[in-house]
């Protein structure tokens, strides 16, 4: 089943295995742009059925950590440009991977050194990467966030519609919405962090509004085909607080999400972020939401293909191993074992360790 065709949204993919977006932290300087490097890295990872691209920020407040590519100015339209021609070029498929960290965030990467914004003024117990007092790279504490005014959500809004504009403009397949990991839309949808008594707090609908007014923003430019939207139900990643209404949350979103008819909706498995009942959720949301289903966390192949059979997931998207095997479906499909990921070249650098990891031949 893993290496069947199968239609999302408005592509029909060669298989159902998608590459997971991962941060490398490798943007060319100055301007965070994605670089020549970047393009044959993700066209050497084209035997996926999908590439979703490493997380990437719709606008400067939205940054988080040194030498991510931005999706904001003319040169990263340029060099995301020359990322999705490269993976058409070896016929692959591109998602864009849209970002606003919100509070996980730190004062040296926002414009004039203001606070980061967030649903709230509580401080995340988690490190940006900025620069320190002598201006050297480093892994900070995040500072103190203000909580958004409505004119800023407003913006918020408005820069992913651009963003979906540039990464169209740039010629990828779609965009994906990051609402996952404890970063700015994650932080609306937790009613344990969550502590706003305005439109965007409070009720399910309230703490889902920024989300899915973010989702109609880029759906009005891409067309509902070409969107997903990545969510972590009951994750703790980023100092994200245990949610008592996770499942319904999920479930509320499922709905809204289904009901939209976007290309996908993809989860990082619950049972990844440690929740027993994990597989229950998952069958219950996608049930509900009617759309394909992407599920990523800690996948083999034996374990993907169970995921497929069970109808928990239609497709399944694997992060780390996709890092150290360029050609991990092949590899999945014959059996054949997996180059060993270096912990030491995952985030910054050049080549090594992110374009020299070997193919079979
Ligand atoms: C180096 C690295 C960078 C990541 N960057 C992102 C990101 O930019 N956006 C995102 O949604 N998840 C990101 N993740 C999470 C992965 O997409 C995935 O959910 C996680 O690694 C679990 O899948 P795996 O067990 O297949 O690696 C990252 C993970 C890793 C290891």
Same mark, same amino acid.
């Given at each position: 089943m893993l290496f069947d065709v199968f239609p999302v949204g408005d592509l029909l993919l060669r298989n159902r295995v998608v590459m997971a977006p991962m941060t490398?932290?490798?943007? $060319?300087?100055p301007g965070d742009v994605p670089t020549a490097l970047a393009a044959e890295y993700y066209a050497q990872r084209t035997g996926a059925g999908l590439i979703i691209s490493e997380a990437s920020p719709v606008?400067?407040? $939205?940054?988080?950590?040194?030498?991510t590519p931005g999706i904001h100015s003319a040169e990263q339209v340029a060099g995301w440009k020359r990322v999705a021609d490269a993976v058409h070029g070896s016929s692959g498929r591109i998602f864009l991977q849209l970002w606003h960290v919100g509070r996980i965030s730190h004062t040296s990467l926002q414009p004039g050194g203001a606070a980061p914004l967030s649903s709230t003024a509580k401080r995340a117990d988690a490190q940006a990467f900025g620069r320190d007092a002598q201006g050297n790279p480093a892994y900070l504490p995040c500072s103190e966030p203000h909580a958004a005014t409505g004119a800023e959500i407003a913006t918020v809004v408005n820069d992913f519609r651009r963003a979906t504009e540039n990464a169209i403009a740039a010629g990828c397949d779609g965009v994906e919405v990051h &609402?996952?990991? $404890?970063y700015l839309l994650d932080q609306f949808l937790n009613g344990a962090l969550n502590?706003? @008594?305005? @439109?965007?707090? &409070?009720s399910l609908a309230n703490r889902a509004r920024l989300l899915l007014e973010v989702i109609d923003a880029v759906v009005a430019v891409a067309g509902p085909g070409r969107v997903g939207v990545r969510l972590s139900p009951h994750g703790s990643f980023n100092d994200m607080p245990a949610d008592p209404e996770a499942d319904a949350m999920t479930l509320y979103l499922a709905e809204q999400l289904g009901r939209r008819g976007l290309a996908y909706v993809h989860y990082v498995d619950p049972q990844f972020n440690g929740y027993a009942d994990g597989a229950q959720l998952l069958r219950q949301a996608r049930d509900k939401a009617g759309i394909p289903v992407i599920v990523c966390g800690d996948m083999d192949r034996s374990k993907a293909e169970r995921y497929l059979q069970e109808e928990l997931a239609d497709l399944i998207a694997f992060g780390r191993p996709f890092i150290a095997n360029p050609d991990l479906p092949v590899r999945l499909h014959m059996g054949a074992p997996l180059n060993a990921i270096?912990?030491?070249?995952?985030? &910054? $650098?050049?080549?090594? &360790?992110?374009?020299d990891y070997p193919a079979l031949r």
């Open positions: 490398r932290s490798r943007a $060319g300087q606008s400067p407040s $939205g940054h988080g950590y040194l030498w &609402g996952a990991n $404890g502590d706003r @008594d305005d @439109d965007y707090g &409070g270096d912990e030491a070249t995952i985030y &910054g $650098g050049d080549a090594h &360790g992110y374009t």
